[in-house]
């Protein structure tokens, strides 16, 4: 008998941070990318997925990328497996989706890229949220995961990132959780949602 092997997914290394100074953040990533910037608009429609994200990423009618990802929610620098299947008809695909597994958000940003050697770096302004930045280490083939942190490490340093502005959640957690608090405020006092917490 035979094994049969399936191919390892795409790994990033990956991290997320609250934005707080926009310009500075822009000029270093402008003085050391190869490519950008460039700005993109994305929605993001997110399905029912049972141990993994599943989303839907339109870009525009002909275009779009289904996207499964598997990706914990910690403080700190993480991998990230994916799959993507690209599509032009992403509103079909979006019909069918939503019928069979059924939608539980959506999150809209607009994204602005640069591409740092093999680092995507992304400066979103996330509709209802604020403005974040997140860095994608794309591993190559049989490269490690320690230096991909190395190199997402450094980036941290060269935007002035510290680890207090590091948030765990996913942008469609962090809407929900505001959605719920909007909702808890029409019966009690006004609080303040926290985007670093992960619970």
Not at 19 to 48: H, M, W, Y
Not at 137 to 149: D, F, H, I, N, Y
């Amino acid at each position: 008998m035979y094994a049969i092997l399936e191919p390892a997914m795409p790994t990033n290394i990956e991290i997320k941070a609250i934005l707080k100074d926009r310009r500075a953040v822009e000029a270093a990533a402008a003085r050391l990318s190869d490519v950008g910037p460039e700005k993109i608009l994305q929605e993001d429609v997110f399905f029912r997925c049972e141990g993994a994200r599943l989303k839907l990423r339109v870009f525009a009618p002909d275009r779009g990328e289904l996207i499964r990802y598997e990706r914990a929610n910690v403080a700190e620098l993480r991998e990230s497996h994916y799959l993507i299947a690209r599509t032009p008809d992403p509103q079909t695909l979006l019909d069918i989706l939503t019928k069979t597994l059924g939608r539980i958000g959506v999150v809209k940003k607009t994204r602005t890229v640069y591409l740092i050697g093999q680092t995507r770096v992304h400066l979103d302004e996330v509709q209802g949220l604020g403005e974040f930045l997140e860095l994608e280490v794309v591993l190559r083939p049989g490269q490690s995961e320690a230096e991909g942190r190395s190199i997402a490490a450094a980036l941290l340093s060269e935007f002035g990132i510290g680890h207090e502005h590091i948030i765990t959640a996913a942008y469609i957690d962090l809407l929900a959780r505001q959605e719920g608090l909007t909702k808890n405020q029409q019966h009690s006092s006004p609080s303040i949602a926290d985007p670093r917490s992960s619970d």
